[in-house]
C-alpha cells in the first residue's frame, strides 16, 4: 500500500463531514438558525480529525520527506498551495468557536459569522481534496523509493496509533480552566 492510500480514504470521511455541513449551511439559511451541537461536532471533527490527523500526516511526514526531494516547480507550487489551505481552514476554525461562544452567550450577530465560516470550510474542501487526489498525491509518490515509501506509511500507522492519546491528553489539559475551583 502507498502511503497516500491511508491520506485518500480519510479524504472519503472529510467528504461526509462537508456533505453534513453543507446540509447544515442550508438548513441555516432556510430558518435562520443553527443547530449549536452541531457546531461543536463539525469543530471537533475538523479540529482532531481533519487538522490533527490528516493534515498532521500530510505535512509531518508526506510533506517533510517531499520538502528533501527535488521537486518539479509545479509540485512545490501545489504544495505550498495546499499547506496554505491547510491554514486557511484552521483560521476559519478559530473565526468558528470565537463566533460560537459569542453566540452561546447571547450575541446573535455571531450567527451570521458561524454560517459564513461554515460556508468557508464546504467551500474549501472539496476543491482542495480533488487537488490532492487528482494532482498531487500519485505524482508526488514518484520522488520515493519502494523503501522510502514503505517507511512513510509505517510512520503514518505509528502517527495514528498515538493520535488518539495526544487529542485526549490535550483536552483534559484544556479542561483544568473549566474547574470551578480553579
Known sequence: MLPIAPLMIEHRVIEQMIGIIENEVDWCD????????????VIDFIQNYGD???????????FRELKK?????????????LMYEHRLSKEAVARLIEARDKFVQGDKMALPVMIDCLRFLKSLYPAHIEREDKLFFQPAMGYFSSQERDEMLQEETEFDRHIIHRIYRDKMQNAHRFLSCA
Open 69 to 81: 526531494k527535488q521537486l518539479s516547480k509545479e509540485h512545490e507550487t501545489i504544495m505550498k498551495e
Open 30 to 41: 432556510q430558518n435562520g438558525s443553527i443547530n449549536i451541537e452541531l457546531v461543536d461536532a
Open 52 to 62: 490533527r490527523c490528516h493534515h498532521g500526516k500530510e505535512e509531518d511526514i508526506l
